[in-house]
């Protein structure tokens, strides 16, 4: 028997596609909703379905994205044989999300016992939720916005990049969080450096979706709920994309900042009376 059922695939796909992009930790929110139904967070099948169905929220991003992955892939390989090429913005930008997504491999691979047994709880959650708030906060009141993305850099991408880090090491933290506030840590305008978290994600969130199927379909989770939530998760994800581009373009993140720690300090008080375990 499946460890999640199709109705709960649906619903998690929803959030996953919901909050995968938005800067309020899908991982936090995924493990929140499971609790609620009652499915063990820190079950080995769980966060395997949880990984997985991350692949239906990265292929959103390559819809969505497509003319603009299709530029840059292009050029990559173009310049792989023509030096002139390697002097174009686009070559050098694919080298670094390469570059930049190697750090959170190597964590990944090392840490994983910690990251799906001690550290996949809803205390951490919690906690992790409101410090990133902080985080979020003061990253987008200190950041000037004065940088585009053809102002991008190497060390720009190496250093968003290892910031998913936090986010892996602590689910509640934030990917896209994470991201985010390092891009506005380093100037880039609040659209640059969603996008680049967008771009940057795609790697990382593929890879491990595609490490975790054969734990997921192996420890109790049948395919039928795996691809149904996938599928939900790419639909909703592709909705979230558009609406949240067109948000930072014209707003700040404290309406994230105000929503993390609502949910943070709800998640605690559940948690402190045992609604939640």
């Known amino acids: 028997m499946s460890a999640i059922s199709l109705g709960q695939a649906v619903i998690l796909g929803i959030v996953e596609?919901?909050?995968?992009?938005?800067?309020?930790?899908?991982?936090?929110?995924?493990?929140?909703?499971?609790?609620?139904?009652?499915?063990?967070?820190?079950?080995?099948?769980?966060?395997?379905?949880?990984?997985?169905?991350?692949?239906?929220?990265?292929?959103?991003?390559?819809?969505?994205?497509?003319?603009?992955?299709?530029?840059?892939?292009?050029?990559?390989?173009?310049?792989?044989?023509?030096r002139e090429e390697r002097?174009?913005?686009?070559?050098?930008?694919?080298?670094?999300?390469?570059?930049a997504t190697i750090p959170i491999v190597i964590v990944g691979l090392a840490a994983k016992p910690l990251i799906q047994g001690p550290?996949?709880?809803?205390?951490?959650?919690?906690?992790?939720?409101?410090?990133?708030?902080?985080v979020m906060w003061t990253a987008d009141q200190m950041g000037r916005h004065k940088r585009g993305e053809d102002d991008t850099s190497f060390k720009?991408?190496?250093l968003v990049g290892s910031s998913q880090i936090l986010a892996l090491l602590f689910p509640g933290f934030?990917?896209?969080?994470?991201?985010?506030?390092?891009?506005?840590?380093?100037?880039l305008d609040r659209v640059a450096a969603t996008r680049l978290s967008f771009f940057l994600g795609i790697p990382a969130l593929t890879g491990a979706g595609l490490y975790e199927l054969k734990d997921a379909l192996g420890t109790g989770v049948g395919a039928a709920p795996l691809v149904v939530g996938t599928v939900v998760s790419f639909a909703v994800a592709y909705a979230s994309i558009?609406?949240?581009l067109k948000?930072?373009?014209?707003?700040?993140?404290?309406?994230?900042?105000?929503?993390?720690?609502?949910?943070?300090?709800?998640?605690?008080?559940?948690?402190?009376?045992?609604v939640l375990s």
């Open 87 to 99: 002097y174009h913005h686009d070559y050098r930008f694919a080298w670094w999300v390469i570059a």
């Open 174 to 187: 934030s990917r896209s969080g994470a991201t985010m506030s390092t891009a506005l840590m380093l100037d």
């Open 119 to 134: 550290l996949a709880s809803l205390w951490v959650v919690a906690a992790s939720l409101i410090v990133g708030s902080a």
């Open 17 to 82: 596609g919901v909050t995968e992009f938005l800067p309020v930790s899908s991982t936090g929110h995924l493990k929140i909703v499971e609790g609620f139904m009652g499915i063990p967070v820190d079950d080995h099948a769980v966060v395997g379905f949880s990984a997985v169905i991350q692949v239906g929220a990265i292929a959103a991003v390559l819809v969505y994205f497509r003319k603009d992955i299709a530029r840059i892939v292009s050029a990559w390989f173009r310049g792989l044989t023509n």
């Open 156 to 158: 720009d991408a190496m």
């Open 247 to 274: 948000f930072v373009a014209n707003h700040s993140f404290n309406a994230f900042v105000i929503y993390r720690i609502a949910i943070g300090l709800l998640l605690f008080g559940l948690l402190g009376t045992g």
């Open 242 to 244: 558009a609406w949240l």
